[in-house]
């Protein structure tokens, strides 16, 4: 990695100076690049040259990911002038809203399950009110319930990046 600038002088980094600072491999670097997350000054021969604004760029990226953003989603939210940018936000805060309450309603059963003096978890009637819901039928409506246990609740509420929200994107 380089050394620290003198004052007033920019940090620049390489593909693999930047890569490594934030644990990534440089191909994820220059995938990022093709997709139009990155763009990235090029040095006299070509090379890429990164900036304190890129690694901001690249910090963001990762961030956004591990909240469950796909890479076109970060592409519209990178994207000022992206037209649909607030529906893309907007449904992926809605998305989050819905995984905090699953995961909420998880740390709940977990908790009982743990307290409940139940040999048998599945026949403590206290327990069973935590999944009624499944066995009514009162979730996994438009997906089945496999299909949003298999990918998480991460699927359900995608929006597509060039239009408005489709119809029965989400499950309740």
Same mark, same amino acid.
């Given at each position: ?22 644990? #990534? ?70 998305? #989050? ?76």
């Amino acid at each position: 990695m380089k050394s620290t600038p003198a004052s007033g002088e920019r940090q620049i980094w390489t593909v693999g100076d930047l890569a490594a600072r934030f644990g #990534l491999e440089t191909h994820v670097l220059r995938h990022w690049e093709d997709m139009g997350l990155l763009s990235p000054a090029r040095d006299g021969a070509g090379r890429r040259r990164y900036d304190a604004d890129d690694a901001f760029r690249v910090a963001t990226i990762m961030r956004s990911k591990a909240a469950g953003m796909s890479l076109e989603q970060i592409r519209v939210l990178l994207d000022g002038g992206a037209y649909d940018r607030h529906v893309i936000l907007e449904a992926h805060i809605a998305e #989050l809203e819905q995984r905090m309450a699953e995961m909420e309603l998880s740390r709940e059963m977990a908790r009982h399950a743990l307290e409940c003096r139940a040999h048998d978890i599945t026949a403590c009637p206290n327990f069973r009110s935590h999944v009624q819901d499944i066995v009514d039928g009162k979730i996994g409506q438009g997906s089945t319930l496999a299909e949003a246990l298999r990918g998480g609740s991460r699927h359900l509420a995608r929006v597509p990046v060039a239009g408005p929200p489709v119809e029965g994107a989400t499950t309740g």
